[in-house]
């Protein structure tokens, strides 16, 4: 499966932007999940939901993120809201075909190409 992330894009703080990662493939059976890296620091975790609409999420973002999928367009979206300087980074969507439900980079398998968000003044 071929994964694809758009959405992102410079936001001031307080704002909000919607990512959405769309799929080559049917994703009903994956769970799904956002990572970011900002510059000089390590891979994150940001949520994850999981084949049956089970989510997690990272503790930095929880309050503010929300994700959601839509399985008849083979798509999984973050809604992004409040959000801050350290909210900066690129995003990435993966796939998890064992459904673990973790925020664990190294257990997921199939990664697109990042998506851009800078949150600034």
């Known amino acids: 499966v071929q994964l694809q992330a758009s959405g992102g894009g410079l936001v001031q703080p307080g704002g909000s932007l919607r990512l959405s990662c769309s799929a080559s493939?049917?994703?009903?059976?994956?769970?799904i999940g956002w990572f970011r890296q900002a510059p000089g620091k390590e891979r994150e975790g940001v949520s994850c939901i999981s084949d049956t609409g089970r989510t997690r999420y990272g503790f930095s973002v929880k309050g503010r993120f929300t994700i959601s999928r839509d399985n008849a367009k083979n798509t999984v979206y973050l809604q992004m809201n409040s959000l801050k300087p350290d909210d900066t980074g690129i995003y990435y969507c993966?796939?998890?075909?064992?459904?673990?439900?973790?925020?664990?980079?190294?257990?997921?398998?199939?990664w697109g190409q990042g998506t851009l968000v800078t949150v600034s003044s």
């Open positions: 493939d049917s994703l009903n059976y994956y769970s």
């Open positions: 993966a796939t998890d075909q064992y459904n673990r439900g973790t925020l664990i980079w190294t257990q997921y398998d199939f």
